[in-house]
């Protein structure tokens, strides 16, 4: 049998997902707006395009810590991340560090106007409607160093942490694929309410036009916003708040009953989830407010699936509630709940903190509890003195009010929308307004499969400079998805097999797009002189998302 050579090697170069990625970044020319904007920096081996673009691959397929994505590059090809051998050598975490810095200084304030002009203009974009909405990006960390705008301070954190600081990312994304155009990162105590009017100044220099829908969450719902957005021409769709006063007269109205308000259904909307459950149904009247006081439409609208939802709710804190106050009954009369009023106090926090104030009836009742006391010592005996001792004692009685829960489902479901178009149609109105969920899965995205936290920076303006990382690779993960669907309807394909164990689905997502190419590699096996190498064989399931997502399969040879 003949030795095996000494020589002889097999090598693995992994492409993965990469070269898909590589395509969608240079159809938004992102190394040559980078490479304007940013120049090339010291080491023109290895620029500050390049180095951006390795981070956006890192986010959009293996999240991990800085000073570990020089490793994980250094387990692909090279070519899959458009680096030579010796570009990818000289790929450190000093030198990532150093393009994010680059990334938040004043010369990069064209890099992304400029991306979303090529984004709108190489994969024609519709932006007659632009969605907005914020979250919170939350931070480990002291970070005592934050001084300059945008600053990592406490602030509502909408992931329930306010023991932690953190950052608000606002996102505008088009109602064409849910595909992001722009971006701000404010400070972690900067309130919604306060970040409209310059974003929408900035839209209409971006889309060199005024008259395009604006669609905001109740935040947007204020005199000055809204006269910002209308002052020149421009249209919005928006909630009113409860806080104003056709909201909370309405919601009296509703819960008086009389007269009976009757609700006109408008709108069905099958259950995207469940096909067996039963659809969402929408109804609006004409009894409530017509009009706010600024004179905007207001469309009065009633979901089904809503209303289970409040329903669901209130029962909830309703129970969370009598346990609260079960458990209060227990400590009645023991060290600081001696009193009426220090017993009522704690009520009222219980019910206020779940509430249901008004829901539940709390009376606290005094009685008097008396217990008889021998006054001589021994066995008690016919006759013997006995003294008697009242003690005056307070219980709470708890009981649902049922007259105010009845009158409080009435409104369960309602929420009225306030809008400047006059000839559109009220379902027209509500699908404009019910496009917002899928914004909010680009920033659910961030935090699930991207893992936009936790982030393992100090310094606060390279936090800022990650945030903007993730901004272009939720834009390059949103065109990615949108032509795939697009392409799917184009050649009337319904389902494509992309999931685990080969199961089809009718709506692909970019993770699970990318999932399909992990495992792509080529091999070369090298024996002294002599290299073979074995290209890569796609499958079917590749080839099929390569022809959908138009990307060249010469890429992967």
Known sequence: MPRARLDAALRQHRLGPHPLIRHFLDRLNFRGIIRDSLGVGLRQSLDHAEVLSVLVHNVLV????????????????????????????????????????RLVSPSARSVFFRLALRAIKDFELSHTRVHFDTTTVTLFGQYDTARSEPKITHGYNKDHRPDLKQLVFGLDVTADGAVPLLHHVFSGNR????VHIRNVDELRALLGREDFIYVADSKLCTSANLAHVAGLGGRFVTVLPRTHKEDQ????????????????????????????????????????????????????????????????????????????????????????????????QRVKSVLTAQRVVGFLDVRIAAYTEMESRHLRRGRPRPGDPVQTIRRRKLRLCV?????ALKAEARTDGVFPLVTNLKSHAKREILEIYKYQPYLEKRFALTKSEYGVAPIFLKKPARVVGLLHVYFIAIMVSALIERQVRLAMQAEGIAKIPILPEGRPTTTPTT????????????????????????????NNAQKLLLKLAEVPQTLYQ
């Not at 387990?75 to 990532?96: I, S, V, Y």
């Not at 009981?399 to 007259?403: D, I, L, P, Q, S």
């Not at 190419?517 to 796609?538: S, Y």
């Open 249 to 344: 007269v309405f919601r009296a109205y509703l819960r008086a009953g009389q007269p009976p308000v009757r609700w006109r259904i408008f709108h069905t909307i099958a259950n995207p989830r469940r096909q067996g459950d039963p659809p969402d149904v929408y109804a609006t009247t004409t009894a409530g407010p017509q009009a706010t006081a600024e004179g905007y439409r207001i469309l009065w609208v009633k979901s089904s699936q809503k209303a289970q939802v409040d329903r669901h709710a209130r029962e909830d804190h309703l129970r969370k509630a009598e346990i609260e106050l079960k458990d209060l009954a227990g400590k009645v009369g023991k060290r600081d709940l001696r009193t009426h009023r220090s017993v009522a």
């Open 511 to 538: 993770p699970r797009i990318l999932e399909n190419f992990a495992d792509v590699a080529w091999t070369e096996f090298q024996e002294g002189e002599r290299t073979v190498t074995f290209p890569v064989e796609l």
């Open 62 to 101: 293996s999240r991990g810590p800085m000073y570990r994505v020089g490793e994980w590059a250094q387990r692909l090809a090279p070519q899959a991340l458009g680096l030579t051998a010796e570009q990818l050598a000289r790929l450190n975490d000093d030198r990532l560090a150093r393009s994010l810095d």
């Open 191 to 194: 309130t919604d309410d306060s």
């Open 399 to 403: 009981r649902r009010n049922t007259a």
